[in-house]
C-alpha cells in the first residue's frame, strides 16, 4: 500500500485570491481532503470519514491548516512569484502529416509545439497566405511535468501539390511569431520541405498512420506517446 500527501496553492489575480487544498490519497484513491475555503477536512470516500471527523476536532491542528494559505501560498507567491512570471522558455514547433497519402486524398496537417512557457500560447494555421479557421483542432495546454508545456493543434485539409502550409505561433517568450512552413511535393520531386524559423525542424514525415490517436513528439529526441 501507499500513502500520499499533495498540496496545491490556487491563484486568481495575484494574491488577491488564494486557495490552499490539501489531499490525503490511499494507493490511488482520495480519501479525505482540505479546502482552506471550506475551513475543514472533507471525507471523500467512506475510508477517510473517521480521520476528517478527528481532524476537525482538533483545534490547533485545525489553526495551522487554516493558516497555510499564508505560510505556504502566500509566502511561497511572494518568494518564487516574481521569478516564475519572467521566465520563458521558447517552444520548439513541428510540422508533418498524421499519415502518408497521395494527393487529394483527406489528411491533417500536424503543429506540435513543445517545451514552452508560460503556457499562454496562440497557434494558427495559413494556407497560401490564408489564415484556416475551419478544420482546426486542438489538444488544448498539456502540462509536461517539468514547468513546461505542450499542444498539438491539427488542421483538417486535404493536401495539393504546391500548396503551402503555415503554423504560426506567437508566444511571449518571442518578439515575433513563429512561423513553420510545409508543402507537398509530388513524388517525382524533392518530397521533403524544411523551413528553419527560430530553431524549428519541419518534417515531412514523421511517425506512423493516424488511426484516431495522437504521436507526441519532443525534441531532440523523438518519443511517442498515445493520447487517447
Given at each position: 500500500?501507499?500513502?500520499?500527501?499533495?498540496?496545491?496553492?490556487r491563484?486568481?489575480?495575484?494574491?488577491?485570491?488564494m486557495q490552499f487544498?490539501a489531499?490525503?490519497i490511499y494507493?490511488t484513491?482520495?480519501?479525505?481532503?482540505?479546502?482552506?475555503?471550506?475551513g475543514?477536512?472533507?471525507?471523500?470516500?467512506?475510508l477517510?470519514?473517521?480521520d476528517a471527523?478527528y481532524?476537525n476536532q482538533?483545534?490547533?491542528?485545525?489553526?495551522?491548516?487554516r493558516?497555510?494559505?499564508?505560510?505556504?501560498c502566500r509566502?511561497n507567491?511572494?518568494?518564487?512569484?516574481?521569478f516564475m512570471?519572467q521566465?520563458r522558455v521558447e517552444?520548439?514547433?513541428?510540422?508533418y502529416?498524421?499519415?502518408?497519402?497521395?494527393?487529394q486524398?483527406?489528411?491533417?496537417?500536424?503543429?506540435?509545439?513543445n517545451?514552452?512557457?508560460?503556457?499562454h500560447?496562440?497557434v494558427?494555421?495559413f494556407?497560401n497566405?490564408?489564415e484556416?479557421?475551419?478544420g482546426v483542432?486542438?489538444?488544448g495546454?498539456?502540462p509536461?511535468?517539468?514547468w513546461t508545456f505542450?499542444?498539438?493543434?491539427?488542421?483538417?485539409?486535404v493536401?495539393q501539390s504546391?500548396?503551402v502550409y503555415?503554423c504560426?505561433?506567437e508566444h511571449?517568450s518571442q518578439k515575433?511569431p513563429i512561423?513553420?512552413e510545409?508543402t507537398?511535393?509530388?513524388?517525382?520531386q524533392n518530397?521533403?520541405?524544411?523551413?528553419?524559423?527560430?530553431?524549428?525542424?519541419v518534417a515531412?514525415?514523421m511517425g506512423g498512420?493516424?488511426?484516431?490517436e495522437?504521436?507526441?513528439f519532443?525534441?531532440?529526441s523523438?518519443?511517442?506517446e498515445?493520447l487517447?
Amino acid at each position: 500500500f501507499m500513502h500520499q500527501f499533495k498540496c496545491e496553492c490556487r491563484f486568481s489575480n495575484g494574491l488577491e485570491r488564494m486557495q490552499f487544498f490539501a489531499r490525503y490519497i490511499y494507493n490511488t484513491e482520495e480519501d479525505v481532503h482540505f479546502d482552506s475555503d471550506v475551513g475543514e477536512f472533507t471525507a471523500v470516500t467512506e475510508l477517510g470519514r473517521p480521520d476528517a471527523e478527528y481532524w476537525n476536532q482538533q483545534k490547533d491542528f485545525m489553526e495551522q491548516m487554516r493558516a497555510k494559505v499564508d505560510t505556504v501560498c502566500r509566502s511561497n507567491y511572494l518568494g518564487i512569484g516574481s521569478f516564475m512570471r519572467q521566465r520563458r522558455v521558447e517552444p520548439t514547433v513541428t510540422v508533418y502529416p498524421a499519415k502518408t497519402q497521395p494527393l487529394q486524398h483527406h489528411n491533417l496537417l500536424v503543429c506540435s509545439v513543445n517545451g514552452f512557457y508560460p503556457g499562454h500560447i496562440e497557434v494558427r494555421w495559413f494556407q497560401n497566405g490564408h489564415e484556416e479557421e475551419a478544420g482546426v483542432i486542438s489538444t488544448g495546454l498539456i502540462p509536461n511535468g517539468d514547468w513546461t508545456f505542450q499542444t498539438m493543434v491539427m488542421l483538417e485539409t486535404v493536401p495539393q501539390s504546391g500548396e503551402v502550409y503555415t503554423c504560426q505561433v506567437e508566444h511571449p517568450s518571442q518578439k515575433s511569431p513563429i512561423t513553420v512552413e510545409w508543402t507537398f511535393f509530388p513524388p517525382s520531386q524533392n518530397s521533403r520541405y524544411f523551413s528553419r524559423s527560430a530553431q524549428c525542424y519541419v518534417a515531412a514525415w514523421m511517425g506512423g498512420e493516424f488511426r484516431g490517436e495522437l504521436l507526441l513528439f519532443s525534441q531532440p529526441s523523438i518519443q511517442s506517446e498515445l493520447l487517447s
